[in-house]
């Protein structure tokens, strides 16, 4: 009786990807030039993210000041607090004043100029990554959005430097799990940049 249902997520996880893997193509190449040109230029990557998606944040930055396939050196990348996340796959956003704050209090106390803001939301509405883009504007610095949902306002909220990588699912799991691939490809693009394609196996 469960295999059906379990096959489901198979299925759906499968024809998510297929449906977007030409569309994020473009944002995500363009969010690895960003990412490029701010560490290159002395500059460090902020990642958060709310909910669940912290994950996916303090992932990044591990494969960033570590490796992901290649050895190379660390690059500077900061993974932002979780301790102000609630549900790891919020049905209907973000709850308390004190989470919607958490993470543009910490992008108003590490951030600088130049810095890049990487941003990890489940929700499509979400009040704390929205607070923490709105920060990052205020310091002047540039944002890439790793954003869910069909009706969120990103579109109000982000600047034309910033890069918004769409995920059009309302399901949060189904989110985070392309959000990962993103993120294991947007990682890849920036080592390619930094070290030249791979040579053959």
């Known amino acids: 009786m469960l ?6 997520h198979f299925f759906e996880s499968a024809d998510l990807l297929y449906q977007v893997a030409e569309n994020l193509s473009r944002p995500l190449a363009d969010a690895a030039q960003v990412a490029v040109a701010c560490l290159t230029s002395g500059g460090k990557l902020l990642a958060g ?6 994950m996916l944040a303090q992932l990044m930055c591990s494969v960033l000041m570590t490796r992901m396939e290649r050895e ?11 301790h102000h996340s609630l549900a790891p796959y919020p049905a209907e956003g973000l709850g308390s004043v004190e989470h919607e704050l958490g993470l543009a209090q910490q992008v108003m106390a590490l951030g600088q100029p130049g810095d890049l803001l990487v941003l990890f939301s489940l929700a499509s509405h979400d009040p704390a990554a929205e607070a923490a883009i709105r920060e990052a504007h205020a310091k002047d610095m540039s944002v890439v959005l790793f954003g869910a949902g069909l009706s969120a306002p990103w579109h109000a909220l982000l600047a034309e430097t910033d890069v918004w990588i769409a995920v059009p699912h309302e399901r949060a799991v189904r989110a985070m799990e392309l959000q990962l691939l993103a993120l294991h490809a947007l990682c890849d693009a920036i080592d390619v940049q930094l070290l030249g394609e791979a040579d053959a196996a």
């Open 3 to 8: 295999e059906p249902r379990i096959q489901q």
């Open 49 to 54: 993210g709310t909910g669940g998606a912290q």
């Open 72 to 82: 190379r050196p660390a690059l500077a990348a900061v993974a932002l607090s979780g």
